[in-house]
C-alpha cells in the first residue's frame, strides 16, 4: 500500500505546523527546499505556516512550496497578509501573514485582522498580526502569528481574545471536528495569553478551551520550537530556548467516534534533511482523530 493510500484510509487528519521565516531571515533560497523535503517526509493533511510574503515583484513564497511540492500531494491553499507599517519596509505592496495548505478544496478563507497596539513607538508592535481562516473538506482551520516582543503580553492578551471571538463567530455547533488553530502565538504555556485559551485562565471574565497538543501527546521532552542549542538560525539571536509554536485542537467533548481527540504530537522540520534547518523555529506534526475523514 502506497503512503498515500495508506493516509487516506487512516481515520486522522495529519496537521503540519512552521514558521518558515521566508522574509526577515537568511538563506531562504535553500531553506524553502529543506521544507519541501520535509512536507514530503511528513505527509501532511493540512499545513499551517507563517512569515509567508509576497509583492508586486515577487510570487508568494507559499506558492513556489506549493509548486515544489508536488511529490507530496495537489495541495489546494490560500494566503493573507498585512503590510508593514509606515516606515519599517520600502516596499508598499509588500502582504506578510501566514498560508494554510490542504489536501482537499478550500471552500471558503478569510482574512482577519487582529488588534495592534497603534500607540507604540515600536514599529513591529503596530505590524498587523493575521489570523487566517480556511474551511476545507468539513474542518474550521485557522493559522496566527501574534507579535513577537517579550514585554507585549498585554498586547498579545488582547489578540487571544479576538481570536476566540474570530473562531467563535465562524464556527458552527454541531460540526463533527473541533476547529483547529495553528500558530506563533510568540508566548510560552505559562503565559496568560496561552493559559487563556487552553482554559487554565479566565480574562475579563471569559474563558474557552483549546486542546495544547504537546503536552497530551507530545514525544519525550519539552517540545522547544526554538532553541539556540539545536538550531544556528536562532542561536544567533541571543535568545533562551522557548516553546512559542503550537497546535491547539478544540474541545472533543461527546464528539461522534471520538473526533478531535489529539492521538500524538511530535517536532517537525527540526533536523536538516538537504543541509540546512527549515527555519529558526522548529515546526511540530500532529495527528488528530479524524472518523468522518474524506477519502
Known sequence: MSTETARAASPTLRVAQLNVGSLLEPH?????????????????????????????SNANTAAWLVEASRGVARWHWCFGGFPFPDGLWPDPSMRFGSAIFSRWPIERHEL??????????DPFSRLRSELLYAHTAGLDVF?????????????????????????????????????????????????????????????????TYFQDAWPIAGADGAG????????????????????IDYVLV????????????????????????TGIIASDHFG??????WPQRPS
Open 112 to 121: 482577519i485582522a487582529l488588534p495592534v497596539d497603534e500607540t507604540s513607538d
Open 143 to 207: 493559522s496566527t502569528h501574534l507579535v513577537p516582543a517579550p514585554a507585549q503580553a498585554y498586547h498579545r492578551v488582547r489578540q487571544v481574545l479576538a481570536i476566540d471571538d474570530a473562531i467563535r463567530s465562524r464556527h458552527r455547533a454541531g460540526t463533527a471536528m473541533p476547529p483547529i488553530l495553528c500558530g506563533d502565538f510568540n508566548a510560552e504555556p505559562p503565559s496568560d495569553e496561552m493559559r487563556f485559551l487552553t482554559s487554565h485562565a479566565v480574562i475579563d471574565g471569559r474563558s
Open 250 to 273: 478544540g474541545d472533543p467533548f461527546r464528539r461522534p467516534r471520538g473526533a478531535g481527540v489529539i492521538e500524538s504530537a511530535a517536532l517537525a522540520f527540526h533536523e536538516p534533511l
Open 284 to 289: 511540530l506534526l500532529v495527528e488528530v482523530r
Open 28 to 56: 531562504w533560497d535553500r531553506r524553502r527546499d529543506e521544507v519541501v523535503a520535509w512536507l514530503e517526509r511528513l505527509q501532511p493533511d493540512v499545513v499551517c505556516l507563517q512569515e509567508v510574503w509576497e509583492d508586486a
Open 224 to 243: 522547544l520550537t526554538q532553541d539556540p542549542h539545536a538550531n544556528p538560525n536562532y542561536a544567533v539571536m541571543n535568545l533562551p530556548p522557548k516553546r
